[in-house]
């Protein structure tokens, strides 16, 4: 079931979208709308075998300062395809681990940026950071570059799953690097942690979840694993026979959400908890909260630019993504040209239904008149896809009234069947619930 971080999904892009398409959409910004920026870093000092990410392990720096260089071209090619220059709002460095770029590095890329766009002092620049990796120095050279947000992969403080799952980060590791980063006034600081994990119990995950919230972090993330071994090779290392059962993975979920929300933690769509002065916070009640490729955000802007291998963007006119190899994707900028290698274009159709299914999915509530009207479509133009939603009803999932649809609290693990259920590419989107937790 898809996670709706776009729509239509990645896997509805397309090689009809390639670069001249891209630069046609590039150059019909307006220059007065700020942008997000999302740069991807696809390497890592070592393989974690839950890893689901677009990376590669490498063990010198040289390929990472090369892959540094394309990155500042392609920056180059993209602001130079832009019809002015923008205004950044919000910047995202993920991974991969971007905890693989050196210091001084992060002040380069930091001017080089600063060249190509205006990035204001309010401008969120957020970064993914491995506590395995950070350092004191390190941390310093962030805050230098202006970050002002950092997301910890965390997953589990148990020895045993951390073991079970090749990345072993005690909770000491942790606990320092939230601590340095508080010492530079970085103090938006969110976990990343799991279920589903090989070894975890309701017990377990508990525990890290205390240990979590003694680190008073601003945001939490709670995913559930997602065992893929025939596409994510490295999850073969996991012991099946360690996995828990698909109820034993709803009570950790529901066990630990339950646990966040007693400790003063807001939940924030499917899987995100927020303290209250955290902007999720405050985008969830006015209405504003969005969903995208980094999953919730506060993030207003209408256009996202990617950058850097297997990198999406998300403009009004539709969504394109970067070639995720290497090879062709230096290749493509040291010609002069972008690298897209995918994409689809939005069609009416697409903008109304991307609507709906972003606020199920971010409000957990959708007032489709409301919608539609929006959209200048008839009032009926959904009715045919609201049959889909009558199991969902007989189920609890949900409530309807006239044409609003409610996820019940009980229903919110299921809020990706709701949505589902509008969504046009999806050839069955009227399965039974269970494949979704
Ligand atoms: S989980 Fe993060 S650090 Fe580990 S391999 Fe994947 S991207 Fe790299």
């Known amino acids: 079931m898809p996670r709706y971080t776009s729509y239509p999904t990645a896997p509805h892009f397309h090689d009809g979208v390639q670069e001249a398409t891209y630069r046609d959409w590039l150059a019909a910004l307006e220059s007065t709308v700020p942008l997000s920026l999302y740069f991807h870093v696809p390497f890592c000092a070592e393989m974690c075998s839950f890893c689901g990410c677009h990376t590669k392990i490498v063990n010198r720096y040289e390929p990472v300062a090369r892959y540094l260089e394309t990155l500042e071209a392609e920056v180059d090619l993209v602001a130079s395809a832009l019809p002015g220059r923008f205004d950044a709002a919000f910047v995202h460095w993920g991974g991969g681990s971007p905890t693989m770029l050196g210091g001084d590095d992060w002040r380069r890329i930091h001017d080089h940026f600063h060249r190509a766009f205006s990035i204001g002092g309010d401008a969120e620049m957020a970064v993914e950071l491995d ?6 120095d390190y941390i310093r050279a962030l805050a230098g570059a202006g970050v002002n947000r950092v997301s910890l992969g965390v997953q589990d403080f148990n020895d045993d799953v951390q073991v079970a799952i090749r990345r072993v980060q005690p909770f000491a590791m942790t606990a320092q690097v939230v601590a340095w980063l508080r010492d530079e006034g970085i103090d938006a600081i969110n976990f990343d942690l799991m279920y589903g994990l090989p070894h975890q119990t309701v017990d377990i995950v508990l525990a890290s979840i205390d240990q979590a919230i003694s680190l008073k972090p601003s945001r939490i993330a709670l995913f559930g ?13 996991i012991d099946e026979a360690a996995l828990p059962d698909a109820m034993a993975r709803f009570a950790q979920a529901e066990a630990a959400a339950g646990a966040l929300e007693a400790a003063g933690y807001r939940r924030i769509g499917l899987d995100h908890f927020a303290r209250a002065d955290d902007t999720l916070v405050r985008a969830q009640d006015a209405g504003l909260l969005r969903r995208n490729f980094q999953g919730y955000t506060a993030d207003e802007a209408s256009t996202l630019l990617g950058f850097g291998t297997s990198a999406i963007g998300a403009l009004p006119q539709g969504y394109v993504q970067n070639d995720p190899d290497m090879r062709p994707y230096g290749a493509a900028i040291a010609a002069g040209r972008l690298p897209t290698r995918r994409g689809v274009a939005l069609s009416d159709d697409d903008r109304l239904r991307r609507d709906v299914i972003e606020r199920l999915m971010c409000d957990m509530t959708v007032d489709l008149d409301a919608v539609l009207r929006g959209h200048g479509m008839p009032l009926d133009t959904l009715d045919a896809d609201m049959d889909g939603l009558e199991p969902l009803v007989s189920d609890g999932i949900l409530q309807i009234a006239g044409r609003r649809i409610d996820i019940t609290p009980t229903g919110r ?13 999806l050839a069955s989107s009227r399965g039974r619930h269970a494949i979704a937790v």
């Open 131 to 136: 506590p395995r990796t950070a350092t004191q």
């Open 225 to 237: 694993y997602a065992h893929v071994p025939w596409m994510k090779s490295y999850q073969k290392l």
């Open 413 to 425: 693990p299921f809020a990706r069947i709701a949505a589902a259920t509008f969504d046009a590419y």
